[in-house]
């Protein structure tokens, strides 16, 4: 569990000869994000400085960190690469598969029981290849990750798209599918394309009912979900520097929901606050012997403009606390406006729950400050109008909150404790009525809000707001509540008002906690055995997928045109789906039933042309595959946005998929098709989106002239026996070609280990 302080004061001491080199290099003071990214150039000589947005580069990323759903799959194509151990620090932790119902000690003993073999087998190969394993109920990876892992100037990668919260602690941290940490875990070079860097000037200071979510919100409404895409965000200023570690690692978790590579802030008083707090004075002692190579060159700063290829300015002092949604992070609504925006729109203004937590907000200040909304609603006498229900994010802050009363408050009000784990912001929420499909809002602080993501309902309306407001909103029962200006009715018939919330940043009396639920890897692991039976709907071991056959793609058949938002839920459900995140040939049951069809208009129907009936997306898929006809997806822009989870990847490749085109992808998303050996392109004409007809047949004409920078061609022959030519875009290199060839980057790697 222990921090690698050796390892830290190495990338420390490689810091300060290889970011003078690179400034010399380009001529100019350099922003923190440069010095983070050279300092790690996989050569380990910062004698190549890349252009921004151009070229893919090799870097080293200093550890690994995969929570319990992705981790399966990584763990699984990790044991096909052949390595004795992992190459770097790598943890794995159990978040996801708990499932929110009744409480959190009822509920974390039916995950311990219901996913048992599951949890056997991370904890088998986390034992047997040297990787730290956080048991069910410690906590949430990224809370974990900042309480015990993150440091400032570090560069590490997660399989999961909020690895992006230590940025808080001053780190890159980005979001992978598990190909690419099989990749650093067998110690490779991690491969990232040269990102775009956009600065978030923080002038003013927050107060009052305004939080660090406010931040990350209006930063979402100005960018949207796809305005952050193939950039790293660097925060700076006054602003930046008066907020908590703990507050900027939720303004660098929700950098996802912009598209972002990932978020950071440079190396200040609080974070030296947070790891002191947290038991890592040491890091500390080290940080600051290299602080001036822990944030940007003094002039970056200042003329920011000159240094960043976007700059946004943000008033802290005029922020006002803002309400994302529903269904989408990126629309922001400033409660002022709430009213007027609730009437316009119909969204339900009866809040039938409150949900406080996740990896976004669950730190000690989060539970504290919404506690003291708590508070003084029994103070003042008010019922809540609203459920409630909290995930604290580590076994340390649930210890720590119990002993300074802060869980016994929320208790007054008949808060639901629920498990140290996601829960209902992943979708592991059984929430009592959900079936029914009524139209209705909740409100809370997590990060995604898209349709049926917290409860399976199309028909809820989620928004996305801070803890203190969460609470506040929650006690009133009403959406379009304004703390700041609007009263309240006590049980006595009392008018009464809600002041500004308090909560300590750090805990007065220190963090404690009995049992973190750490364990250490054997010392040894060559004699532990993983067992996986050959009968089992939970895991199934990888078989490797056939490699390109070097002939082009003839007669394919379209499998689904999207429409519109196509996320990684749309396209692999989370929630009840968790449970088969290990099984490929299961899992891939779930593949883009929530993928809208453009033809239709309806979610899990399309039309299988052999029969020329419809039928669910993985039963037609499933049918071309028998009959050995490829098939092809064609879908809308920023496609696979959300999740980092590559199942959405592994199951097209799996039921057949030769290629998805698209008008535009998320990062991630893209990654992960080239990964398992997946074309992933895009139209070179977007209207050309809106040729593709139902009953085409596609074929790629020139795939064997395949290579870099070269678009390919796509016929799309329709019924009459006409035909459309479409050229198709991509950003394959030399290398990521070769991971199509061998059939997915994983054969290579194997291939490698043999040798």
């Not at 994010?393 to 300074?404: F, K, L, M, N, P």
Request: with cysteine.
């Amino acid at each position: 569990m222990a921090f690698d302080i050796e390892m830290i004061k190495k990338v420390y001491n490689n810091m300060t000869s290889r970011v003078d080199v690179a400034r010399e290099i380009v001529g100019r003071p350099l922003t923190l994000t440069e010095k983070i990214l050279y300092n790690h150039l996989w050569d380990g000589v910062a004698k190549q400085v890349y252009g921004r947005g151009v070229d893919y580069v090799d870097f080293a990323p200093d550890r690994v960190a995969c929570q319990d759903a992705t981790a399966q799959m990584a763990l699984l194509q990790f044991m096909h690469a052949g390595k004795k151990t992992v190459a770097v620090p790598t943890t794995v932790h159990c978040d996801h598969l708990i499932l929110a119902k009744n409480g959190a000690e009822f509920d974390l003993a039916a995950a311990n029981t219901q996913s048992k073999e599951v949890f056997d087998f991370l904890s088998s190969v986390s034992d047997k290849y040297g990787i730290g394993f956080w048991k069910p109920g410690s906590g949430i990876i990224h809370q974990i990750v900042l309480e015990n892992y993150a440091f400032p100037g570090g560069l590490m990668i997660g399989t999961d798209s909020h690895t992006v919260n230590a940025g808080g602690l001053g780190m890159l941290a980005i979001g992978v599918g598990g190909a690419d940490a099989v990749d650093v875990m067998s110690g490779m070079s991690w491969e990232l394309k040269f990102p775009k860097l956009i600065g978030v000037k923080l002038t003013g200071k927050l107060s009052g009912w305004t939080a660090p979510k406010d931040v990350i919100l209006k930063v979402a409404d100005i960018l949207t979900v796809k305005g952050g895409t193939g950039a790293i965000v660097e925060y700076f200023g006054e602003g930046a520097t008066s907020m908590s570690c703990t507050g900027k690692g939720t303004i660098c978790n929700m950098g996802a929901e912009i598209g972002a590579t990932t978020s950071t802030f440079g190396y200040d008083e609080s974070m030296r606050r947070y790891l002191s707090a947290t038991g890592r004075q040491d890091v500390v002692d080290a940080a600051d012997k290299v602080a001036s190579y822990l944030t940007a060159d003094p002039e970056v700063y200042a003329n920011p403009e000159t240094y960043f290829d976007q700059v946004i300015e943000i008033n802290l002092s005029e922020l006002e606390p803002h309400i994302n949604g529903p269904f989408t992070p990126d629309r922001g609504t400033p409660v002022s406006k709430m009213k007027e925006e609730a009437a316009a729109n119909g969204w339900p203004i009866k809040v039938e729950w409150g949900l406080i937590g996740s990896c976004t907000n669950s730190s000690y200040e989060d539970m504290a400050r919404a506690a003291s909304i708590v508070n003084q609603a029994v103070e003042l006498g008010i019922s809540p109008k609203a459920e409630f229900g909290i995930n604290p994010g580590s076994e340390q802050i649930r210890y720590t909150i119990e002993r300074d009363g802060i869980i016994a408050t929320f208790e007054k009000m008949g808060t639901k404790v629920f498990t140290n784990a996601c829960g209902p912001c992943i979708g592991q929420w059984d929430r009592a009525g959900a079936d029914k499909g009524e139209k209705n809002t909740i409100v809370h602080s997590f990060n995604r809000n898209f349709s049926k993501r917290a409860d399976g309902n199309p028909n809820t309306h989620a928004f996305v707001t801070s803890p203190e407001m969460v609470a506040a909103l929650a006690i009133s029962g009403r959406l379009d509540f304004n703390p700041i200006t609007d009263t309240l009715i006590n049980d006595n018939g009392e008018e009464v008002r809600l002041t500004a919330p308090f909560g300590d940043e750090l805990p007065k009396k220190g963090f404690a906690v009995e049992d973190a639920g750490f364990q250490a890897p054997a010392a040894d692991g060559s004699g532990v055995q993983i067992l996986v039976s050959k009968t089992s709907d939970r895991l199934q071991l990888l078989a490797p997928f056939e490699p390109w056959d070097g002939k082009n793609i003839m007669g394919a058949k379209l499998l689904i045109k999207a429409f519109g938002k196509c996320t990684t839920d749309h396209i692999s459900m989370a929630g009840p789906w968790l449970r088969f995140r290990g099984h490929l040939d299961n899992i891939s049951n779930n593949m883009l039933i929530g993928a809208v069809n453009a033809f239709t208009e309806k979610t899990n129907s399309v039309k299988n042309q052999l029969t020329g009936q419809y039928d669910a997306v993985p039963a037609v898929a499933r049918a071309y595959k028998a009959a050995g006809v490829p098939s092809i997806v064609v879908g809308d822009h920023n496609y696979g946005e959300g999740s980092s989870r590559e199942h959405a990847a592994m199951e097209p490749r799996f039921l057949g998929v030769q290629a998805v085109l698209v008008k535009s992808f998320a990062r991630i998303h893209e990654t992960n098709l080239k990964k398992q050996g997946l074309l992933g392109l895009t139209f070179a004409n977007e209207a050309d989106y809106d040729k593709i007809q139902e009953d085409d047949t596609i074929n790629i004409t020139d795939l064997v002239d395949f290579a870099p920078g070269k678009p390919l061609t796509l016929e799309f022959v329709h019924t009459d026996g006409t035909k459309d030519i479409i050229l198709a875009n991509h950003t394959y290199n030399e290398g990521q070609i070769g991971w199509f060839v061998a059939g997915s980057a994983l054969n290579l790697i194997a291939a490698a280990g043999k040798a």
